[in-house]
């Protein structure tokens, strides 16, 4: 028992110093960029704040909820690519432009949706004979900041599936995982606006647009992040004194788990059914207890100790 523990606590203290080396090894950018992501959690949190003050609803296209469920998510999305991108294999200066664009986009979606809630006007389907100057400058900059997002995850998604033969397996499966199922929570969310922007643009109906967005954000919600879930799962495992087969199998079985519950929540919103009930219920709680079962495996190797020479990967992909 006190070799597991002082094993434990040595894992533990490895694993923080670790992090702490991804920012203060990190280039100039990559801090940067998680000082960025900071502020938008703070943001995040702050407005999650005001909402529990003022006893707002929930829902509602003036909710505080935009603003608050916003600042969280870009904010752990930008902390989340940074870290990842470290491990994926690529020039210095393109691992630069894309986080720079990547950042620069985030915090204009956000400062976008905030200045919103704050005018007490809806961030988005605002039907065009009700806009003002404001409105059309928040519509015009969260376009081109989508556009920027669109094209930073799909050309990180490209590099990521590429072989890449000094990674791991483990660690090469679970980034390329993670980055097509962020894909698809891009895809979905390029959806929600295309079709909610026809809806106010063409047919006036702002109702039913936000009907349809509300509908499809547990598919856009479940596939958004495996990128942190999958690769951060690999990046635990380097810390485990069993071999690398050992390691990919626990990711193989973390990434079907997590495929399965994703795609059954993708498939039952797109088709209209509730994702919360029936077999689609069933299906997804298999998944889960699959990811979680990774997770238990994965914890428990990691806190045993065994008398074998350690086989830990660094971060690749600086030059």
């Known amino acids: 028992m006190t070799t597991t ?3 434990g606590r040595r894992v533990l203290r490895a694993m923080a110093t670790d992090l702490a080396e991804a920012y203060r090894g990190g280039s100039a950018v990559e801090r940067t960029c998680y000082r960025v992501a900071a502020l938008l959690l703070v943001s995040g949190v702050v407005h999650l704040g005001v909402l529990l003050a003022t006893g707002g609803q929930w829902s509602g296209p003036l909710s505080w909820r935009k603003p608050a469920t916003f600042g969280l998510s870009f904010g752990l999305t930008l902390a989340t690519l940074t870290w990842v991108l470290s491990f994926v294999p ?10 720079v664009i990547f950042a620069a986009a985030c915090a204009v979606e956000v400062a976008g949706i905030t200045m919103q809630a704050w005018r007490r006007v809806p961030s988005h389907f605002i039907p065009p004979e009700s806009a003002t100057a404001a409105d059309v400058v928040a519509a015009a900059s969260a376009a081109l900041g989508a556009v920027a997002i669109v094209g930073v995850i799909t050309t990180a998604t490209v590099v990521a599936l590429r072989r890449h033969e000094e990674l791991p397996p483990s660690m090469r499966l679970a980034l390329r995982v993670g980055f097509l199922s962020l894909m698809v929570a891009l895809a979905i969310g390029v959806l929600m606006m295309a079709r909610g922007t026809v809806l106010t643009r063409v047919q006036g109906d702002v109702a039913q647009a936000f009907a349809f967005t509300a509908g499809l954000k547990p598919a856009h919600a479940a596939t958004m992040h495996g990128v942190l879930v999958l690769p951060a799962l690999a990046w635990s495992l380097r810390y485990a004194e069993r071999s690398e087969r050992f390691r990919l199998a626990v990711i193989r079985l973390a990434s079907c788990g997590y495929g399965a519950f994703a795609s059954v929540v993708v498939v039952a ?24 079962a990774a997770g238990a495996v994965a914890i428990r190797a990691i806190a045993t100790p065994r008398p074998t020479t350690w086989n830990v990967f660094q971060r690749r992909g600086r030059g």
């Open 90 to 99: 690529m020039r210095a200066r393109t691992r630069s432009r894309l986080l």
């Open 269 to 292: 919103v797109l088709f209209g059914g509730d994702p919360t009930g029936g077999v689609p219920a069933v299906l997804e709680g298999t998944g889960f207890l699959a990811l979680l």
């Open 5 to 7: 523990m002082t094993h």
